[in-house]
């Protein structure tokens, strides 16, 4: 646990109303919208970006609706809280590296299909420390995007689960996910650069503290399942191992966790990326869908 890059959540607070931020929770469970603060502005300015970060860090995900930024200024904004990451599969804006382009229109077909619950990136070594994602365009009705407080999805696990998954690590595959449309080579070529990743199933937040649950859409399977404790003959690991993980990963979809936000154009959501996932809405075609997100790289989980 870091002690000392976040403040408490009371000197979050005291900030936000010493700069007449105001903070409005969106449900009980994750979720603020910031008012009266402008991001570009915060591009340019570390310590308004650092109280932003302690909001964050409180409430999981921040909103900001109505912002103007620019490219340049989204970019800068992301960058306070640590270097960039490119996308090895959705395109990036050739202007601003790290600022992936996530265009959805209804004359790709093939490009209709969204995802399931996830949180981005974890089949890096290292998944991103958060995302900043900006509306560009978005449907008149529908394209909503929600995210999960996996750390009171963790909270909330009956006592034996939390006991029988207390060491297990798993395993988070670009391959079967990105890769799984790809001809043959292509696949193999993806996963030779990024190979399969291993975490732990419980994660500890490195600024809280906390537990998360830590397994999402792309987990295949756990690693160290296969013991004397957890298998007495084969239908233990080759049906209970997998039934567990897809009850695990179904935790995200309990209403009760969640928040979900109806975007404008000019609309900003940022995430916690390390206690939370989140899912795009694909219910709105056939209208088009432009967001630019810049995905901040993290640190080893433990």
């Given at each position: 646990m870091n002690t000392t890059t976040q403040p408490p959540r009371a000197a979050a607070a005291v900030a936000a109303i010493r700069r007449g931020i105001e903070v409005h929770p969106v449900t009980c469970a994750i979720g603020a919208e910031l008012r009266n603060v402008s991001l570009a502005e915060a591009s340019r300015d570390a310590g308004l970006a650092?109280?932003?970060?302690?909001?964050?860090?409180?409430?999981?995900?921040?909103?900001?609706?109505?912002?103007?930024?620019?490219?340049?200024?989204h970019v800068a904004f992301a960058r306070h809280f640590g270097e960039l990451e490119d996308h090895p599969v959705a395109g990036s804006d050739p202007d601003h590296p790290g600022l992936v382009r996530i265009y959805k229109s209804p004359d790709t077909p093939q490009?209709?299909?969204?995802?399931?619950?996830?949180?981005?990136?974890?089949?890096?070594?290292?998944?991103?420390?958060?995302?900043?994602?900006?509306?560009?365009?978005?449907?008149?009705?529908?394209?909503?995007?929600?995210?999960?407080?996996?750390?009171?999805?963790?909270?909330?696990?009956?006592?034996?689960?939390?006991?029988q998954i207390a060491g297990l690590r798993a395993r988070h595959s670009i391959e079967a996910s990105f890769g799984a449309a790809m001809p043959l080579e292509k696949r193999l070529a993806l996963k030779a650069q990024f190979p399969d990743a291993e975490h732990p199933v419980v994660r500890t937040h490195p600024d809280t503290g906390e537990k998360v649950l830590f397994v999402n859409g792309f987990t295949t399977h756990f690693t160290n399942f296969h013991t004397a404790a957890n298998v007495r003959y084969g239908q233990d690991y080759t049906q209970g191992s997998s039934a567990l993980l897809q009850y695990l990963i179904s935790q995200a979809a309990i209403p009760e966790y969640q928040v979900r936000w109806r975007w404008q154009p000019g609309d900003i959501a940022m995430w916690d990326n390390r206690s939370t996932q989140h899912y795009a809405?694909?219910?709105?075609?056939?209208?088009?869908?432009?967001?630019?997100r810049a995905g901040i790289v993290g640190e080893a989980t433990y």
């Open positions: 650092a109280d932003i970060r302690a909001l964050l860090v409180q409430h999981r995900v921040l909103f900001f609706r109505g912002q103007e930024l620019t490219r340049a200024e490009d209709r299909y969204e995802n399931s619950w996830h949180t981005d990136a974890t089949w890096r070594e290292k998944p991103p420390f958060g995302c900043v994602l900006r509306c560009v365009e978005c449907p008149p009705v529908g394209g909503d995007t929600m995210w999960a407080n996996m750390v009171l999805a963790y909270e909330k696990l009956p006592e034996h689960i939390k006991q809405v694909m219910d709105y075609p056939p209208s088009h869908r432009k967001m630019e």
